[in-house]
């Protein structure tokens, strides 16, 4: 009895073993699809907003477009920031400048300039690169208080010193908002010298590892995305063009299935 009672157990033992094996490559087989799933839906809305940042940095940048989409191609593994990432900074930095009366070219320049210098502050200073693209956005327009934390100092006084040396100008009251926002950004370069290129410096350190390892996966979405989105724009446009069709012919999802005719 007891013999046979072991040999149960065991049985029931191999069966549950059996049985959790099988169930447990299932659930795995299951969090595979909807992993992929949900990595193909973010891919296609990655590649989608990168097109848009593509299509708004022509916009801002115009001629200087192509060279703003070209180094973007390129932050991923020099900044740690992803393409689509890189594009949204510069395009907002310089929708910014030339608000001031830059040309597009030197706006440009000017934004690719503090998109790196933000990669630099946040790896100089441990923080958060997010946080310092704030920061030196507010700094160009005059908030001083965001930008001490990283060693910048934009005092009015000072940024008035700056702007008058650089223009020529005696009077503070002639000085335009686009002669001020220059200064601000030269101060901000003088201020931070010694904080830049250290991305660069210390891309082997384990928190700047991680930024690029996480631009990296950002641009391998986009990649793959954009190549899903033609095939889903022409799925869409298939459907819609169905839908049109019904609603011409005033025909149902319910005649589809069942036709009028047997209905009658």
Do not use: C
Not at 41 to 57: H, I, M, P, R, T
Not at 118 to 136: G, I, K, R, Y
Not at 225 to 243: E, I, M, N, Q, Y
């Amino acid at each position: 009895s007891f013999g046979r009672n072991n040999a149960f157990s065991r049985a029931g033992q191999q069966a549950g073993g059996a049985f959790s094996l099988a169930f447990g490559k299932q659930l795995g087989v299951a969090a595979a699809a909807v992993g992929s799933a949900a990595f193909l839906k973010s891919s296609v809305s990655a590649a989608s907003d990168l097109s848009e940042q593509v299509a708004k940095s022509g916009q801002v940048f115009r001629d200087s477009a192509d060279d703003v989409v070209a180094w973007s191609k390129t932050t991923a593994d020099a900044f740690g920031v992803s393409q689509r990432a890189a594009l949204t900074a510069a395009a907002t930095f310089g929708n910014l400048l030339e608000s001031t009366g830059l040309f597009p070219s030197e706006a440009a320049q000017m934004s690719r300039k503090l998109v790196e210098l933000a990669a630099d502050l946040a790896s100089f200073n441990n923080a958060n690169p997010e946080d310092v693209l704030l920061a030196l956005r507010s700094g160009l327009v005059g908030e001083a208080e965001p930008l001490r934390r990283f060693g910048v100092l934009l005092s009015e006084a000072r940024v008035q010193q700056e702007a008058m040396a650089e223009s020529g100008k005696k009077s503070v009251k002639s000085l335009t908002d686009g002669e001020k926002a220059i200064a601000r950004y030269h101060l901000i370069l003088k201020d931070t010298a010694t904080a830049q290129g250290d991305f660069a410096r210390t891309s082997d350190g384990a928190a700047n590892a991680g930024r690029r390892l996480s631009a990296n996966i950002d641009d391998l979405k986009t990649n793959v995305g954009s190549g899903l989105v033609p095939a889903l724009a022409r799925a869409t446009g298939l459907l819609a063009d169905l839908t049109g069709a019904m609603k011409t012919a005033s025909i149902t999802a319910d005649d589809l299935i069942n036709p009028r005719a047997e209905r009658n």
